[in-house]
């Protein structure tokens, strides 16, 4: 069963940086896509930005100038750099990864980790 582990979540004041990290834990799986998402309490879970293994990117609007998606192919780990950060970034930020794990293509989640920035 492949285990997706997220770090780097916390308590920042506006205006601060948080780092958020997730790789596979256990597990042979060698991702393809890899993503955060968020959700803020009473909301949907929304696509925060996406990274696939050659590198190309895609993010959401609202955090478009202060959020870096990266990887490292290497350690099949994913970044999110966000800097900048705002009030209404608050959520739990959920890791998603996909690929294929024993023969079959599947995407998997992590846990979520919680991101507080208060005003």
């Known amino acids: 069963q492949v285990q997706l582990v997220e770090s780097g979540g916390g308590l920042v004041q506006a205006g601060e940086s948080l780092r958020l990290s997730c790789a596979p834990s256990?597990?042979?799986?060698?991702?393809?896509?890899m993503a955060w998402y968020r959700q803020a309490p009473g909301k949907q879970r929304e696509l925060v930005a996406a990274?696939?293994?050659?590198?190309?990117?895609n993010s959401a609007d609202s955090v478009k100038g202060r959020f870096t998606v990266s990887r490292d192919n290497a350690k099949n780990t994913v970044y999110l750099q966000m800097n900048r950060l705002k009030p209404e970034d608050t959520a739990v930020y959920y890791c998603n990864a996909d690929g294929y794990y024993r023969g079959s293509y599947s995407d998997y989640w992590g846990q979520g980790t919680q991101v507080f920035v208060s005003s």
């Open positions: 256990g597990s042979i799986f060698s991702p393809n896509n």
């Open positions: 990274i696939t293994r050659g590198g190309r990117v």
